[in-house]
């Protein structure tokens, strides 16, 4: 009976585990749709600014502006921008990332370049703080869904470091969202910024919805109009000075539109993870279950078999 007892109590603890793996799962879900709708919300200013960008681009070449954050100079150290998250239990999504940060440096050495990392998250800070890396700046503790703010403060750091010449080049690397079980580790320049990547360019928007009682991602092609300025257009002031003002806006609003990316991928990791848990679980209970069902069906027959041992004993 002891047997029995025991296996019932692991019945019950697995369940208890489910339960939560389950609601998690639900958490992560709505959070993911939360990322949605901040990216929704944030369309209507980056489509304005693809906008302006693209008049400007059309009034002056880009190539010849003298402008800080286009001058492509001689590369020594690169600085490496590397988004994990705070926690864990999404599956393999924090060690992807921090391995492809880990290879790209490797990569740079090879070149003879050196390298400087800026850590977005405390899986990534706590892993190369403690194998002594170079660590130029670090944030934890950041919003589920980044904000606006939280990708100023970043970007205001990444400037900073590319201005004062600390850094020659500024790589992201972040888990790009493809699909509720799929997202891809990749490495992108944010800094200098490349004349031929700020015109208006159709992009996608991810909806997270629900088919037959299970979640799904939809993704919509969104275009953004290539309207030019009108060929009267006076500016009250030099278009170089504008374009000068409007990149840093640009690179926040890159770098905010990365990190969502990232959140989205790290929920939807989540929601993989908790979902698995939860049919492992379903699995495991059964098979429980039916060695319960065994175990007691054979102490049952056992307990017969002594009560008839017993009854004949007493015949004899």
């Given at each position: 009976m002891a047997n029995l007892k025991a296996i019932r109590d692991q019945i019950q603890s697995v369940k208890n585990t489910k339960k939560i793996t389950e609601a998690m799962?639900?958490?992560?879900?709505?959070?993911?749709?939360?990322?949605?709708?901040?990216?929704?919300?944030?369309?209507?200013?980056?489509?304005?600014?693809?906008?302006?960008?693209?008049?400007?681009?059309?009034?002056?070449?880009?190539?010849?502006?003298?402008l800080p954050l286009l001058k492509q100079r001689s590369v020594r150290t690169v600085g490496l921008l590397v988004v994990t998250g705070d926690r864990g239990l999404c599956g393999?999504?924090?060690n992807n990332i921090i391995k492809r940060a880990e290879n790209r440096a490797k990569e740079l050495q090879a070149e003879g370049l050196d390298y400087k990392y800026i850590l977005v998250g405390r899986k990534a800070t706590q892993y190369f703080q403690r194998r002594n890396q170079p660590i130029e700046?670090?944030?934890?503790?950041?919003?589920?869904?980044?904000?606006?703010?939280?990708?100023?403060?970043?970007?205001?750091?990444?400037?900073?470091?590319?201005?004062?010449e600390t850094v020659d080049r500024v790589e992201l690397i972040y888990t790009k969202f493809v699909s509720l079980i799929s997202s891809r580790p990749v490495v992108q320049t944010l800094l200098p910024l490349d004349p031929q990547g700020l015109e208006a360019r159709d992009d996608e928007?991810?909806?997270?919805?629900?088919?037959?009682?299970?979640?799904?991602?939809?993704?919509?092609?969104?275009t953004t109009p290539a309207l030019g300025f009108p060929r009267d257009m006076i500016f009250e002031q030099d278009p170089t000075q504008i374009l000068n003002a409007l990149l840093p806006l640009y690179l926040n609003n890159q770098l905010l539109r990365a990190l969502q990316e990232a959140a989205a991928s790290e929920l939807a990791a989540r929601m993989t993870a908790m979902?698995?848990?939860?049919?492992?679980?379903?699995?495991?209970?059964?098979?429980?279950?039916?060695t319960y069902n065994k175990a007691?069906?054979?102490?049952?027959?056992?307990?017969?078999?002594e009560v008839v041992g017993g009854a004949e004993a007493l015949r004899g």
């Amino acid at each position: 009976m002891a047997n029995l007892k025991a296996i019932r109590d692991q019945i019950q603890s697995v369940k208890n585990t489910k339960k939560i793996t389950e609601a998690m799962r639900l958490v992560a879900a709505a959070k993911v749709r939360r990322a949605q709708e901040q990216v929704l919300g944030t369309r209507p200013f980056a489509d304005r600014l693809a906008q302006v960008l693209y008049g400007l681009q059309a009034r002056l070449k880009f190539e010849d502006a003298d402008l800080p954050l286009l001058k492509q100079r001689s590369v020594r150290t690169v600085g490496l921008l590397v988004v994990t998250g705070d926690r864990g239990l999404c599956g393999g999504y924090n060690n992807n990332i921090i391995k492809r940060a880990e290879n790209r440096a490797k990569e740079l050495q090879a070149e003879g370049l050196d390298y400087k990392y800026i850590l977005v998250g405390r899986k990534a800070t706590q892993y190369f703080q403690r194998r002594n890396q170079p660590i130029e700046g670090k944030y934890t503790g950041l919003e589920q869904i980044p904000t606006a703010t939280e990708a100023s403060q970043i970007a205001d750091e990444l400037l900073s470091l590319f201005l004062s010449e600390t850094v020659d080049r500024v790589e992201l690397i972040y888990t790009k969202f493809v699909s509720l079980i799929s997202s891809r580790p990749v490495v992108q320049t944010l800094l200098p910024l490349d004349p031929q990547g700020l015109e208006a360019r159709d992009d996608e928007i991810f909806r997270l919805t629900t088919r037959g009682g299970e979640f799904e991602v939809q993704r919509d092609k969104i275009t953004t109009p290539a309207l030019g300025f009108p060929r009267d257009m006076i500016f009250e002031q030099d278009p170089t000075q504008i374009l000068n003002a409007l990149l840093p806006l640009y690179l926040n609003n890159q770098l905010l539109r990365a990190l969502q990316e990232a959140a989205a991928s790290e929920l939807a990791a989540r929601m993989t993870a908790m979902n698995s848990a939860s049919d492992n679980a379903s699995g495991l209970i059964s098979s429980l279950t039916l060695t319960y069902n065994k175990a007691r069906q054979a102490s049952i027959t056992q307990e017969i078999l002594e009560v008839v041992g017993g009854a004949e004993a007493l015949r004899g």
